[in-house]
C-alpha cells in the first residue's frame, strides 16, 4: 500500500528539514590525500558493480564524446535530501565536464520560492509568494513534474530573477533556455528578460510544441542573469503560472549533467508524480543515476517486498519513455535511527541495501554499493566521529558529500577505462 500515515509525512519533513543545515562545498576539488585519515573507506569495493553489459550504451556514448564522435552525453542524478543541494552529484558534475566537456549547468528549480533549500551554483529570486509543493505531500492539489517540485502563482506581476554562478574552471552561462510550465488559455504568457531589462523573448502561453509542457528560447550571445515576468495579454482567461522546472544549456561540447533531488523522497513518491516521466522523456538521457532508499527505511516497519517492487516500477517507467536509458543505483548510506533511547543504529538500512543488489543483480543494473564502501554497518558512526556528517547521523556533512561524488566518479571512471580495454 503506497499511502502512509501523516505521521510518516511529518518524520520526512524533520528528516529533509535537516538538509538546510549543510555546509556548502560545492565546486572545490578534493586532495585524495585526505583518504588517509579515513581508514574505515573500503576503496577496493569502490566500483561500479554488474557494468559491463549494463552500462555499454552509456560507455559507448562516452567513448564517442571523447573521441569527438558525438557532441553531447545526456546524465541524469534523481534522489532525496543526500542530492538536493547538489553537494554530491555537483561534486560528480564538476569532474565529469572537467573532463568531457561542459555542456551547461542542466535542470534547476526554484527552490527559494518554494520554501526550500537551493544549490550554491545558482540563485533565485522572487517578488511574491508562490504555492509550492514537493512529491512528497501528494495530497496538496498541484501536479508534479520534472523537477519533484511544482510552483504556482495567481500574480500577474510575478517575476522570477535567476543568476548562475560559475564554478572553478568552469562556466555557467548559458545560451539556451528552456522552461517546463503549464501552457494554455488560462496560463499567463511569460516575458524573458536580460540584466539589462531587455526583452530577449516571450513564451506564449498558447504557442504549441512538440512538448506540451516545453518552452525554448535561444540566445545570441551567453548570458547569466534573466528575469522571467507575468504578462496578462487576456485578463479574462489568463489567471496562473505554473512552473515545473528550467533548463540550461550552452553551445559547447561535453557533458549535461541534471540533478532531480527532493528532500524527503522515495521511489513511490517520484511513481506518484503526474508528469514525471512525461516531463523528463525531455532529457534524453543517457544514464540515469538513482540515489534513493534512505526515507523508506528511516522509521521501523521497513517492507523490504514493497520496496522491491517500488525500485522495479519507477525504472519500468523511466525505460517507457527512453528505452536506451542505463541505470546506476546507488544503495543507500548507512545511518542512524532516531529512538525514545537516542539515535542507535538502523538496521533497516543493511535490508534496503540488500534490496537494491538482490534488484540490480536479478534485472542486470548496474549498481554503487555506498552502504559497504562507506564501510557497512555501523559505520555512520565512524564518519560522524570525523565530521563527515551532521548530528542526526543521517545526513553528511558538505566534506561527507563531497568525498562521496569524489569515490562515485573514480568508480565510473574507472569502469569506462575497463570498457576501452575491451575496445582495442
Not at 569532474?95 to 527559494?112: D, H, T, V
Not at 542505463?326 to 541495501?353: C, E, H, Q, W
Amino acid at each position: 500500500m503506497f499511502l502512509k500515515t501523516n505521521k510518516y509525512l511529518r518524520l520526512f519533513f524533520c528528516l529533509a528539514s535537516c538538509a538546510l543545515l549543510l555546509d556548502t562545498v560545492y565546486g572545490q576539488t578534493i586532495d585524495t590525500s585526505v583518504y588517509k585519515q579515513y581508514t574505515f573507506i573500503k576503496h577496493n569495493l569502490n566500483k561500479i558493480e554488474n557494468d559491463s553489459t549494463s552500462l555499454a550504451f552509456f560507455y559507448e556514448k562516452l567513448y564517442q564524446l571523447e573521441q569527438k564522435q558525438i557532441t553531447r552525453v545526456n546524465i541524469t542524478h534523481i534522489g532525496d535530501s543526500h542530492i538536493q543541494a547538489d553537494n554530491l552529484s555537483g561534486l560528480v558534475r564538476q569532474k565529469m565536464q572537467l573532463r568531457f566537456g561542459n555542456a551547461g549547468r542542466g535542470l534547476i528549480f526554484p527552490y527559494r520560492s518554494a520554501k526550500s533549500n537551493e544549490p550554491s551554483s545558482y540563485k533565485t529570486i522572487t517578488n511574491v509568494a508562490w504555492d509550492y509543493k514537493r512529491n512528497v505531500f501528494y495530497e496538496k492539489p498541484l501536479p508534479i513534474g520534472i523537477s519533484g517540485f511544482t510552483i504556482e502563482t495567481n500574480d500577474s506581476l510575478a517575476e522570477i530573477n535567476l543568476m548562475v554562478k560559475d564554478q572553478p574552471k568552469l562556466g555557467y552561462s548559458f545560451t539556451k533556455f528552456t522552461l517546463f510550465h503549464e501552457k494554455g488559455q488560462n496560463n499567463f504568457d511569460i516575458s524573458i528578460c536580460d540584466d539589462l531589462n531587455c526583452e530577449r523573448g516571450m513564451f506564449k502561453s498558447t504557442d504549441k510544441s512538440t512538448n506540451a509542457f516545453v518552452s525554448e528560447l535561444k540566445f545570441e550571445k551567453p548570458v547569466r542573469q534573466i528575469y522571467l515576468r507575468n504578462k496578462c495579454a487576456d485578463t479574462l482567461n489568463q489567471k496562473s503560472t505554473r512552473i515545473y522546472g528550467m533548463l540550461l544549456e550552452n553551445d559547447s561540447t561535453g557533458v549535461l549533467y541534471n540533478m532531480i533531488g527532493v528532500n524527503g523522497a522515495e521511489y513511490r513518491h517520484y511513481l506518484m508524480s503526474k508528469y514525471f516521466t512525461q516531463q523528463l522523456s525531455y532529457l534524453s538521457s543517457d544514464l540515469m543515476i538513482i540515489s534513493l532508499g534512505t526515507n523508506e527505511a528511516y522509521s521501523a516497519g521497513f517492507d523490504k517486498d514493497l520496496f522491491y517492487r517500488s525500485i522495479d516500477s519507477l525504472v519500468l517507467s523511466i525505460k517507457a519513455i527512453n528505452p536506451n536509458v542505463n541505470f546506476v543505483i546507488s544503495t543507500p548510506p548507512d545511518s542512524y535511527r532516531r529512538t525514545k533511547k537516542g539515535r542507535v543504529k538502523n538496521p533497516d538500512m543493511k535490508l534496503a541495501r540488500e534490496t537494491v543488489v538482490d534488484y540490480c543483480l536479478k534485472n542486470n543494473v548496474a549498481y554503487w554499493d555506498l552502504f559497504e564502501i562507506m564501510g557497512g554497518y555501523g559505520s555512520m558512526g565512524k564518519w560522524y566521529a570525523m565530521k563527515l556528517t551532521v548530528k542526526d547521523r543521517v545526513h553528511f556533512s558538505g566534506r561527507g558529500y563531497q568525498i562521496q561524488g569524489d569515490l562515485f566518479y573514480n568508480a565510473l571512471m574507472d569502469g569506462f577505462e575497463e570498457y576501452k580495454k575491451g575496445k582495442k
